[in-house]
């Protein structure tokens, strides 16, 4: 009794710090963190306020819903992820998804664009619960790094050219890229100079600032000029497109739009949007755990990034992710915890509420050269072409990708990327590798290759089928299978298939095929040799009928045993040792007795 009731609070204990590894953090705080994780949390404010601002023009809402997105999402994070230097926020792959998918259906009305948004923030942290829930984190990862590469490069291309018409100050007519490139000579002759005047300003205060104090937020400091110039002159007077008026204060609560036909609409692609900003999340939360040293879990930062997109939209905000750029300014400034998140948080919360009035004089151009800027840090063409010397199949699929997204639009190119990453999963495991085993010099158990030094066993083929053996590629491995014994030579008397590589669960069809191989093996007179999952192939075999008694499939523990005891068996044989083999008795204790 007095056992149950220690362990009760240990396992209640384990049970909360599983669900907020944040605040476990924050238990063991130290002080001497507080001056690092204050200097990253200046630092990282510096960069979201831009940036955020800058976002919500692309996806098409006000600029205070982009700082609506920091402040909660930021805080959940700080509480549910299990990643010390991460910084969630509003990323420019999802606000572009966003707007692909809500400008359409929006219809020219704000306010509906705006509560689509929310409506499609919140089925993305549902997705993202789910996927949390029933721990299929794994899922994700069908989006290998080459899709994603060019998937990235897809879209940072895709918004570059977008913002082409801030900067220039003229309006896009056509909503995909190709028909836009096409129409450039009539919008170039279109270009409003007050605009790109703003425009030229911003980039060079933004590469000033980069040169002569590198660790000051650049975008900040160019975007602060821009507005003061913006607001000395009165620019919006002479055509220059403004952020406008931004109350300030807490948002006004309005309910996502929950009609079942656009419910419909928005399924598949907050699917896709979950998928594309867990796994960009994922690279950017391993990369830097690796580099601090400590772990992170794909669960928990699923549910993490859905508690966060949940709260976003319970916050009036857009669909949030991991931010590279911040992730990298908190690393660098030397943060140390999720407190930099909180106070960064609490930082914005501070100007919401107090100080947007200046906000309204920032122009859209000079957020165009922000998200351009940010836009072109997504874009690595370098890597993307290593892919063609190491990995040619690779480089194909990022091509793909990247060539969708930009020629039939970033929904469907995302799309295509995940029935890619897929396929790509699908034939790795329909159609894997295969080896043909042999010895070496040392009596241990390598794969045949070029080199010498490894010899086949005569009369033994022992095969190695590197994939779970299950119903969609039983049939390949049984025709590989055959394929080997037809081209081993000398002919096949013995068959060893090592059973740990690709005897993983219980398929009826692959212990249907496994029964038609023994039988169609030893119309040949070769012996079928399973080795190694013992117990469980005996229980599977028992339970799928097929035969592993006298005469039928040989089951041994492990591959060295399967080949010892046939060998020992043989030279028993050779020797005129080897006992009779009765139907009752049991084959492992007749060759141990042979080995006697």
């Not at 420019?92 to 020219?108: D, E, I, R, S, W």
């Not at 309910?255 to 036909?261: C, D, I, K, R």
């Not at 501070?350 to 309204?360: D, G, R, S």
């Not at 790795?428 to 158990?445: A, F, S, Y």
């Amino acid at each position: 009794m007095d056992a149950v009731t220690k362990d009760a609070p240990n396992s209640l204990l384990h049970r909360f710090a599983d669900w907020f590894p944040g605040l476990k953090l924050f238990t063991h705080y130290q002080r001497i963190w507080f001056k690092d994780d204050l200097r990253a949390a200046l630092s990282v404010t510096a960069v979201a306020l831009p940036v955020a601002i800058a976002y919500a023009q692309l996806t098409g809402v006000n600029a205070v819903v982009g700082l609506y997105s920091c402040v909660l999402p930021m805080l959940v994070y700080a509480l549910f992820g299990s990643s010390r230097q991460l910084i969630v926020g509003p990323d420019a792959a999802t606000c572009a998804v966003l707007a692909a998918v809500v400008t359409p259906l929006a219809a020219g009305d704000p306010q509906r664009h705006w509560q689509l948004v929310m409506t499609m923030t919140f089925m993305t942290g549902v997705w993202c619960l789910l996927a949390s829930r029933f721990r299929i984190g794994v899922l994700a990862e069908f989006l290998s790094k080459p899709i994603l590469m060019g998937l990235l490069n897809g879209v940072a291309i895709t918004i570059i050219v977008g913002q082409f018409s801030k900067i220039l100050g003229f309006r896009y007519q056509e909503p995909y890229l190709l028909e836009r490139l096409l129409h450039t000579p009539q919008y170039l002759a279109q270009t409003h100079w007050y605009t790109l005047a703003i425009a030229l300003l911003t980039l060079m205060f933004f590469i000033l600032a980069k040169l002569m104090r590198p660790h000051w937020p650049a975008a900040m400091i160019a975007i602060a000029v821009a507005t003061y110039v913006s607001w000395a002159l009165s620019l919006s007077e002479d055509g220059v497109a403004v952020v406008g008026n931004i109350a300030s204060g807490l948002p006004d609560f309005q309910a996502p739009v929950f009609e079942l036909g656009l419910m419909r609409e928005l399924v598949m692609p907050a699917l896709n949007l979950a998928m594309v900003s867990f796994i960009s999340m994922m690279l950017t939360a391993r990369s830097f755990a690796a580099k601090n040293g400590y772990d992170i879990d794909a669960d928990k930062e699923f549910r993490a990034l859905g508690l966060a997109n949940i709260a976003a939209a319970a916050a009036q905000g857009f669909a949030v992710s991991g931010a590279d750029s911040r992730t990298a300014v908190n690393d660098a400034n030397g943060g140390k915890t999720q407190l930099v998140s909180v106070i960064s948080a609490l930082i914005i919360l501070v100007i919401i509420l107090f100080a947007t009035a200046p906000l309204a004089y920032i122009p859209a151009s000079a957020l165009g050269v922000v998200l351009v800027i940010a836009s072109i840090s997504l874009i690595d063409i370098k890597a993307l072409w290593r892919l063609r010397k190491r990995d040619n199949g690779a480089f194909t699929l990022a091509v793909i990708t990247l060539l969708a997204v930009l020629f039939i639009g970033v929904i469907p190119g995302i799309t295509l990327a995940v029935l890619l990453g897929l396929f790509q999963f699908l034939k790795v495991v329909m159609r894997p590798d295969d080896q043909v085993l042999g010895i070496n010099q040392k009596g241990i158990l390598r794969s045949l290759g070029k080199s010498d030094k490894v010899k086949p066993i005569a009369g033994i083929l022992i095969y190695r089928f590197n994939s779970p053996l299950t119903y969609f590629n039983a049939v390949y491995f049984k025709r590989r299978l055959l394929t080997r014994i037809a081209d081993q030579s000398p002919p096949v008397e013995t068959v060893i298939v090592d059973a740990v590589s690709c005897f993983s669960h219980l398929d009826l069809s692959v212990m249907a095929m496994i029964d038609e191989l023994y039988r169609q093996l030893k119309t040949q007179g070769i012996t079928l040799i399973l080795a190694g999952r013992k117990r469980e192939l005996l229980a599977w075999c028992e339970a799928s009928g097929v035969d592993t008694g006298d005469g039928g499939i040989v089951i041994r523990p492990d591959l060295t045993m399967a080949v010892r005891m046939l060998q020992n068996y043989k030279a028993a044989v050779s020797q005129g040792l080897a006992p009779q083999v009765r139907k009752q008795d049991d084959p492992d204790e007749v060759l141990a007795h042979s080995l006697l």
